[in-house]
C-alpha cells in the first residue's frame, strides 16, 4: 500500500517508550524512508515526454533531459532539456530537426557540475547512431556523433578527468546478435572506438547500466536475454585492466539491472525478478550478498529506467513505477540504518507511461521525476517533479507536522481508529495496511516526544 510519512531517526526512540511497546506486545516496524515529497506539474504542452533522465547538483537545482513526441508521430522525437534554477522550471530544446528521430536520452553531471546529454538518433540509411552535447561552454550548440549507425540507448557518466564514458547496445533489430559495447569521449581524443562487453552471438544482450569507481574501473551491468523478456544478470569490470565477468549470486531470469557504486567502492546492483524489485551489494569485497527483495507481500511490477541514487552514508535511493498489482502508481523507495523502507507513493493510479529516474546530492536533496499518461485515453504525458530531502524526513506519528509526537497526535490517531475510507489517504495508516490500529498505535508511541 502507498506510504505517508513515517521516517525517524533511531536516537528519537526513548527507552521507557519502549517499555511501554513491550508491555502492550506490540511488534516494531521498519518504518518507510520519506523525504517530505512536494510534487508538482512542471511541464503540460500536449505533447509526449517520455523517460526522464534526471540529476541533482549541489545546490539543489534538478537538472533533467527527456524524449518529447507530437502523439504518435515517430519523426516528431526531439529531446528536450530542463531546470528548476532560480524556483522556476526552463526547458530548452536540445534538438530541433523533425523528421530526424532523436530518442531515450542519458544526464549526468561532472565534478564542476556542467551537463552532459547523450541519445539515440536515426539516421538517412535506417537505425541508429549515438550522439552528445555538453554544456561546458555555457550553451548545448555543438552537437557531437559518437558512432556510425547501429547503436542505441546509452548510458553515460562522467570521470573526475572529463573524459566521458558511455555504454549502449548495438542495434539489430531483435534478432541475435546484439551485443553491449562500451567507449570514451574527450574534448581532446574524440570518440574511442566501441568495445564489445558481451559478445555473446547467441543471445541478446540488454539493458547496459555503468558506473565508475573511486580509482576510475569501470563497472558495467546489463542481462543476457534467453528470452524475450529478460534473462541472466552478467556483471563485468576492468579492475584488473581488461574487462572481465565477475560472479554475482543472482539466479534465474531478472530485467531492469541498475548499478551504483558508493564512495567506499561497495557496488550495489538492483534488479527486477518475479514482481519485485531486489538488491545485491559486495561490501566492497567482491563478493556478493544474497539477494534482498525491497518489498514483500504485495504484487507489483516495478519499472524503473534511470538510475538508482545512494547517499554520503551509503544509503541506496530508487523510484518506479508499476501499473500491475497492488502497487500501481509512482513510488520511491529509500534506505536507512534499519534498511529498505515501505514504498512510499508519490503520484498516479493506473500509469501507462514508466519514465521515471531520481536524483540525489550530497545534502540529502532528492528529485524524482517522472512522466503520467493513460494510453488508452490519451497520447500525451506531463512531466511532474517530487522534490524532498532526506534530512527532513517527518517523524513517524507526528500526524499534526509540528516535528514533535504526543498527546495531539494520539488523539488524531484515535479519531481514525479502524478501516481507512481511502487506503491513499489515511495519514494515521502509519504501517499502510489500510486500518488504524494497534500497529500504529505502537509506531506512534515508539516515537514520543513530548
Known amino acids: 500500500m502507498p506510504s505517508r510519512p513515517t521516517d525517524a531517526p533511531a536516537r528519537r526512540r526513548a527507552a521507557t517508550v519502549a517499555a511501554v511497546l513491550g508491555a502492550l506486545g506490540l511488534a516494531g516496524h521498519a518504518a518507510a524512508v520519506d523525504p517530505g515529497f512536494s510534487i508538482s506539474q512542471i511541464l503540460a504542452d500536449g505533447q509526449f515526454n517520455n523517460r526522464t533522465s534526471t540529476a541533482v547538483d549541489s545546490a539543489g537545482v534538478t537538472h533533467t ?9 515517430d519523426s516528431s522525437k526531439e529531446i528536450v532539456y530542463g ?76 570521470d573526475g578527468d572529463d573524459v566521458v564514458h558511455l555504454v ?3 542495434q539489430t ?16 581524443a574524440g570518440a574511442s572506438d566501441p568495445v564489445n562487453i558481451s559478445n555473446t552471438p547467441a543471445v541478446l544482450s540488454w539493458e547496459p547500466q ?63 525478478q518475479d514482481n519485485r524489485l531486489h538488491a545485491i551489494d559486495d561490501g566492497g569485497t567482491g563478493a556478493f550478498s544474497q539477494p534482498e527483495p525491497l518489498f514483500v507481500g504485495v504484487d507489483a511490477l516495478p519499472a524503473f529506467y534511470e538510475r538508482f541514487a545512494i547517499d ?18 509512482i513510488y520511491y523507495i529509500g534506505e536507512d540504518e534499519n534498511g529498505w523502507g515501505d514504498p512510499v507513493y508519490l503520484d498516479g493510479d493506473d500509469t501507462g507511461n514508466q519514465g521515471v529516474s531520481i536524483g540525489l546530492n550530497s545534502s540529502g536533496d532528492v528529485t524524482v521525476t517522472y512522466s503520467l499518461s ?29 516535528g514533535t509526537v504526543g498527546g495531539a497526535d494520539l488523539g488524531i490517531l484515535l479519531s481514525e481508529w ?28 515508539s516515537n514520543w516526544t513530548s
Open 418 to 445: 479502524g478501516p481507512c475510507d481511502d487506503c491513499h489517504d489515511c495519514p494515521a495508516d502509519l504501517n499502510d495496511d489500510c486500518t488504524v490500529g494497534g500497529a500504529d498505535l505502537g509506531i506512534l508511541l
Open 83 to 158: 531546470n528548476n534554477e532560480g524556483g522556476s522550471w526552463t526547458f530548452t530544446p536540445i534538438t530541433e530537426n523533425t523528421p530526424v528521430r532523436h530518442e531515450l536520452p542519458s544526464l549526468t553531471l561532472d565534478n564542476d557540475e556542467n551537463v552532459h546529454i547523450a541519445w539515440h538518433q536515426g539516421v538517412a540509411a535506417g537505425g541508429n547512431e549515438l550522439v552528445y552535447v555538453n554544456n561546458i561552454d555555457g550553451s548545448f550548440d555543438d552537437i557531437i556523433t559518437l558512432t556510425d549507425p547501429g547503436y542505441v540507448i546509452p548510458e553515460i557518466r562522467v
Open 168 to 170: 549502449c547496445r548495438s
Open 65 to 73: 533531459a527527456f524524449m518529447t513526441q507530437f502523439g504518435t508521430d
Open 312 to 329: 554520503d552514508d551509503g544509503h541506496r535511493h530508487v523510484a518506479f513505477a508499476s501499473n500491475v498489482g497492488d502497487l500501481r502508481g
Open 173 to 188: 533489430l531483435g534478432t541475435v546478435p546484439e551485443d553491449i559495447y562500451y567507449f570514451t569521449w574527450s574534448a581532446d
Open 374 to 402: 493513460g494510453f488508452d485515453t490519451q497520447v500525451f504525458a506531463d512531466v511532474y517533479a517530487a522534490t524532498g530531502s532526506l534530512d527532513a524526513a517527518p517523524i513517524p506519528g507526528d500526524l499534526t507536522g509540528d
Open 210 to 272: 555503468l558506473a565508475i569507481d573511486s580509482q576510475g574501473a569501470i563497472h558495467i551491468v546489463y542481462e543476457d536475454q534467453a528470452g524475450a523478456f529478460g534473462g541472466e544478470l552478467v556483471y563485468r569490470n576492468n579492475t584488473s585492466g581488461t574487462f572481465e565477468e565477475v560472479a554475482t549470486t543472482v539466479t534465474g531470469t531478472v530485467s531492469s539491472p541498475m548499478l551504483l557504486i558508493a564512495a567506499d567502492d561497495v557496488v550495489s546492483i538492483l534488479y527486477r
